[in-house]
């Protein structure tokens, strides 16, 4: 005949602790710090839509006006239904949209005046005496 199991023998094994190496716990731990595939590609969306908003801001080809625009609509869209929406990508990354959308907008506006395009940085070389200019982009 079968001997009962006792409730100390039974429920024994599920408050026994787990036995863990340092580089498990640690792999684990890096692993939520890193950025998964998904969050890396929506980094990426982000950064390719507001390099092509700033750089295209003040095109004078339609090619190039036609990729602002097509930049912008994304940004401006407050529309929540698709994933990869502006709004949501923002929402995941834990970035505030309309934030953005005003730092963008003041970069349209200082393209618009041909003041993004052109701006003239000092640099001083190592005698100090000697100013050079070189336009940023």
């Known amino acids: 005949m ?20 340092p580089s498990q716990f640690f792999d684990r731990v890096r692993r939520r710090v890193e950025h998964d595939g998904e969050r890396r ?12 908003y700033r750089k295209q801001a003040g ?6 006006q036609q990729l602002f ?11 929540r239904t698709w994933l990869f929406s502006f709004e949501n990508i923002c929402d995941v990354l834990d970035i505030d949209s309309s934030y953005v959308r005003r730092g ?9 005046r041909g003041e993004a395009a052109k701006r003239v940085v000092a640099m001083r ?13």
């Open 2 to 21: 079968k001997e009962r199991e006792t409730t100390e023998e039974r429920l024994g094994p599920l408050f026994t602790p787990d036995t863990l190496l």
């Open 41 to 52: 590609l929506m980094i990426a969306v982000l950064e390719d839509a507001v390099d092509v």
């Open 59 to 64: 095109a004078q080809e339609a090619r190039n």
């Open 69 to 79: 625009r097509e930049a912008e609509e994304w940004i401006e869209d407050r529309n």
């Open 104 to 112: 963008l907008h003041a970069w349209k506006e200082r393209a618009r």
């Open 125 to 137: 070389t190592d005698d100090d005496s000697d100013l050079r200019h070189a336009s940023g982009d």
